[in-house]
């Protein structure tokens, strides 16, 4: 288990960048995948992006793929998020989350999650 603190959330205009990051409280096992969920008022919480630890595959939503990036620093523990071309519509409260396993996308499947930073896009 993990203890994760997303930073780097704020107000932004349409077409600008942000990038989040997520810093884990230990070294992050190499067993781990990594993600970033998103969640707008009165909306479930919904996918955004994940990487494999040790391998550093990448996944990514649909909505995003082209848009962010996922990344992780393995020396300090930390997992990124850059975000580019940002819409109104990615305006939400966006979490890190970590689970042993892979290519899952629904948010049951993560055991660890940080308190969320605020992403807001306007137009």
């Known amino acids: 288990q993990v203890q994760l603190v997303e930073s780097g959330g704020g107000l932004v205009q349409a077409g600008g960048s942000l990038r989040l990051s997520c810093a884990a409280s230990?070294?992050?096992?190499?067993?781990?995948?990594m993600g970033w969920f998103r969640q707008a008022p009165g909306k479930e919480r919904e996918f955004v992006a994940a990487?494999?630890?040790?391998?550093?595959?990448?996944d990514y939503a649909n909505s995003v793929k082209g848009r962010f990036t996922i990344s992780g620093d393995n020396a300090k523990n930390t997992v990124y998020l850059q975000m580019t071309s940002l819409k109104p519509d990615d305006t939400a409260v966006y979490y890190c989350?970590?689970?042993?396993?892979?290519?899952?996308?629904?948010?049951?499947?993560?055991?660890?999650w940080g308190q969320g930073t605020q992403v807001t896009v306007s137009s």
């Open positions: 989350a970590a689970t042993t396993m892979w290519r899952v996308a629904i948010a049951t499947a993560f055991s660890d």
């Open positions: 230990g070294r992050i096992p190499s067993t781990y995948t």
């Open positions: 990487i494999r630890w040790s391998a550093g595959y990448t």
